[in-house]
């Protein structure tokens, strides 16, 4: 049985790594730095053991001497499968020429059998090298819904052995564990690691319908992803929320789903109260930009019964844009503004956009941008005309917090690059399958600041199903980071 090895977000002294096995503990890595060997400390928690999946988890701590700097690459080989990588460890404040982020969203399996997001990926790390340094995976790295083939006779089979069936697929093809493993990775969760608008039940999957299914499904859902996604975090997926310093930036990658009730509930809410907590001193603490990284995107509209958007808990809503004025305004400990970049997939086409604070002056600080990269593998069934959404104009009227302004405009950032072919409308959207880049480094004139360039990168067009085009013989010449908006932010 083949060992499969992914690795989870960097650390200053090295990496946590997420190991499945036919039950044999993981074996020491050998880690090399500049030809020689470097000693390292191995520590393996584990075996755990999943309903559904015949293989034991292990999540191993690889830890390199501490007289070694922070933001070393490192050469690691692996002896069960005799892979080598070359992966850093997160650098204790941004290098001169800068750290880059690979990040993306909504993976179909069905629609990547032949390896395009691999074969993208491949190209970004050599434009990038050597400054790339994790992946930011932001939610549907898997569809536990979709195709529903969950239908009423199968339930007596179980949901652990369904939700088993569905990770076996995606975890076992070799092109993605592939992708998974040429970078670390830090991981949030959207709903289809549930099902589509997770927690609402859904007409199209019968185990929604009755509280004890909807439970049940949801239990195997949710240990399933702890034990696959959550253990690539620094917490093992014992918290919802990951902070990654970047100084003088620093990212906060939310969960916004796992915790999320129903949009009707009495008691609604998109995160719990520790989390809230740990988000809302994050804000107040910033010594420089932020980072916020969630599952599903803050400039949108409303959402309704088919799929509820975050606007739709109008009073977390508000909690949400409070925090971005606060930080817009200086409200913090040291009374300094701080720009705070939005970070999200889910709607599955590339698109950059920025809301303007009402009342805040200062140009550098009214505009909150919000990039968007989905999704890294679209899902089928193909439309013949797709159009991508366009921005609300305004963020929902129910949502903005009455006591700065009830509505903030919202509008497109245009591509410095131009798309081809051009889109029917929307320019600065892809509704083709994408990856997105960003570049953080030193500002190179302003202290304490960070500039910010992010690109999108197409993968292969969207309505392209490999069989169409990836047969014997055929040379795969769509799957490539070809580059298709751009453009950068000075950030403080």
């Given at each position: 049985?083949?060992?499969?090895?992914?690795?989870?977000?960097?650390?200053?002294?090295?990496?946590?790594?997420?190991?499945?096995?036919?039950?044999?503990?993981?074996?020491?890595v050998r880690v090399r730095r500049g030809g020689e060997a470097v000693p390292v400390d191995w520590q393996v928690a584990g075996p755990v053991a999943l309903d559904g999946f015949e293989r034991s988890i292990y999540r191993?701590?690889?830890?390199?001497?501490?007289?070694?700097?922070?933001?070393?690459?490192?050469?690691?080989?692996?002896?069960?499968?005799?892979?080598?990588?070359?992966?850093?460890?997160?650098?204790?404040?941004?290098?001169?020429?800068?750290?880059?982020?690979?990040?993306?969203?909504?993976?179909?399996?069905?629609?990547?059998?032949?390896?395009?997001?691999?074969?993208?990926?491949?190209?970004?790390?050599?434009?990038?090298?050597?400054?790339?340094?994790?992946?930011?995976?932001?939610?549907?790295?898997?569809?536990?819904?979709?195709?529903?083939?969950?239908?009423?006779?199968?339930?007596?089979?179980?949901?652990?052995?369904?939700?088993?069936?569905?990770?076996?697929?995606?975890?076992?093809?070799?092109?993605?564990?592939?992708?998974?493993?040429?970078?670390?990775?830090l991981v949030v969760p959207d709903d289809h690691e549930f099902w589509n608008d997770y927690p609402e039940p859904q007409i199209q999957l019968p185990v929604t319908w009755q509280t004890g299914l909807r439970d049940e499904?949801?239990?195997?859902?949710?240990?399933?992803?702890?034990?696959?996604?959550?253990?690539?975090?620094?917490?093992?997926?014992?918290?919802?929320?990951?902070?990654?310093?970047?100084?003088?930036?620093?990212?906060?990658?939310?969960?916004?789903?796992?915790?999320?009730?129903?949009?009707?509930?009495?008691?609604?809410?998109?995160?719990?109260?520790?989390?809230?907590?740990?988000?809302?001193?994050?804000?107040?603490?910033?010594?420089?930009?932020?980072?916020?990284?969630?599952?599903?995107?803050?400039?949108?509209?409303?959402?309704?019964?088919?799929?509820?958007?975050?606007?739709?808990?109008?009073?977390?809503?508000?909690?949400?844009?409070?925090?971005?004025?606060?930080?817009?305004?200086?409200?913090?400990?040291?009374?300094?503004?701080?720009?705070?970049?939005?970070?999200?997939?889910?709607?599955?086409?590339?698109?950059?956009?920025?809301?303007?604070?009402?009342?805040?002056?200062?140009?550098?600080?009214?505009?909150?941008?919000?990039?968007?990269?989905?999704?890294?593998?679209?899902?089928?069934?193909?439309?013949?005309?797709?159009?991508?959404?366009?921005?609300?104009?305004?963020?929902?009227?129910?949502?903005?917090?009455?006591?700065?302004?009830?509505?903030?405009?919202?509008?497109?950032?245009?591509?410095?690059?131009?798309?081809?072919?051009?889109?029917?409308?929307?320019?600065?959207?892809?509704?083709?399958?994408?990856?997105?880049?960003?570049?953080?480094?030193?500002?190179?004139?302003?202290?304490?600041?960070?500039?910010?360039?992010?690109?999108?990168?197409?993968?292969?067009?969207?309505?392209?199903?490999?069989?169409?085009?990836?047969?014997?013989?055929?040379?795969?010449?769509?799957?490539?980071?070809?580059?298709?908006?751009?453009?950068?932010?000075?950030?403080?």
């Amino acid at each position: 049985m083949q060992t499969w090895i992914v690795p989870g977000v960097p650390l200053a002294d090295g990496w946590h790594l997420w190991y499945a096995t036919d039950g044999m503990a993981p074996q020491p890595v050998r880690v090399r730095r500049g030809g020689e060997a470097v000693p390292v400390d191995w520590q393996v928690a584990g075996p755990v053991a999943l309903d559904g999946f015949e293989r034991s988890i292990y999540r191993a701590r690889v830890r390199v001497p501490a007289n070694l700097p922070p933001g070393t690459v490192y050469h690691i080989d692996i002896p069960e499968t005799g892979e080598q990588h070359q992966w850093r460890t997160l650098p204790s404040s941004l290098p001169p020429d800068g750290l880059a982020v690979l990040f993306s969203s909504c993976f179909w399996q069905p629609d990547d059998a032949e390896g395009a997001l691999l074969k993208a990926c491949l190209d970004l790390i050599q434009a990038w090298e050597p400054t790339l340094a994790f992946k930011l995976l932001l939610g549907d790295q898997i569809y536990l819904d979709w195709p529903p083939d969950v239908v009423p006779w199968r339930l007596q089979r179980g949901g652990y052995e369904l939700v088993g069936d569905r990770y076996q697929q995606y975890w076992g093809d070799d092109a993605y564990r592939a992708f998974l493993g040429l970078l670390p990775n830090l991981v949030v969760p959207d709903d289809h690691e549930f099902w589509n608008d997770y927690p609402e039940p859904q007409i199209q999957l019968p185990v929604t319908w009755q509280t004890g299914l909807r439970d049940e499904f949801a239990a195997a859902a949710r240990e399933y992803f702890r034990a696959f996604q959550g253990f690539l975090n620094p917490e093992g997926g014992e918290q919802a929320w990951t902070i990654v310093p970047l100084a003088p930036a620093s990212l906060f990658a939310a969960d916004t789903r796992s915790e999320r009730s129903q949009a009707q509930h009495g008691q609604q809410q998109i995160m719990s109260a520790a989390q809230w907590a740990a988000l809302e001193n994050w804000q107040h603490r910033l010594r420089g930009p932020g980072l916020l990284a969630i599952g599903q995107p803050l400039l949108q509209s409303d959402g309704d019964w088919r799929d509820h958007s975050l606007s739709n808990f109008p009073a977390e809503y508000r909690r949400l844009l409070a925090l971005l004025r606060r930080s817009a305004t200086g409200d913090n400990e040291h009374g300094e503004p701080h720009n705070i970049v939005l970070l999200t997939g889910d709607i599955h086409f590339s698109r950059s956009t920025y809301a303007t604070i009402p009342g805040v002056d200062d140009p550098d600080f009214q505009r909150v941008y919000e990039l968007v990269a989905s999704a890294s593998s679209t899902i089928g069934p193909y439309a013949t005309t797709p159009q991508p959404a366009s921005v609300p104009g305004f963020l929902p009227p129910g949502g903005a917090d009455p006591g700065f302004s009830p509505r903030w405009p919202v509008q497109a950032v245009r591509a410095t690059v131009p798309f081809d072919p051009v889109p029917p409308s929307n320019l600065y959207s892809c509704i083709d399958n994408n990856l997105g880049v960003l570049r953080l480094r030193p500002h190179p004139r302003r202290p304490y600041a960070v500039e910010l360039t992010h690109v999108a990168y197409r993968v292969r067009p969207y309505h392209r199903p490999y069989l169409d085009w990836c047969l014997p013989g055929r040379p795969i010449t769509q799957a490539q980071g070809r580059r298709i908006h751009s453009h950068t932010l000075d950030l403080r």
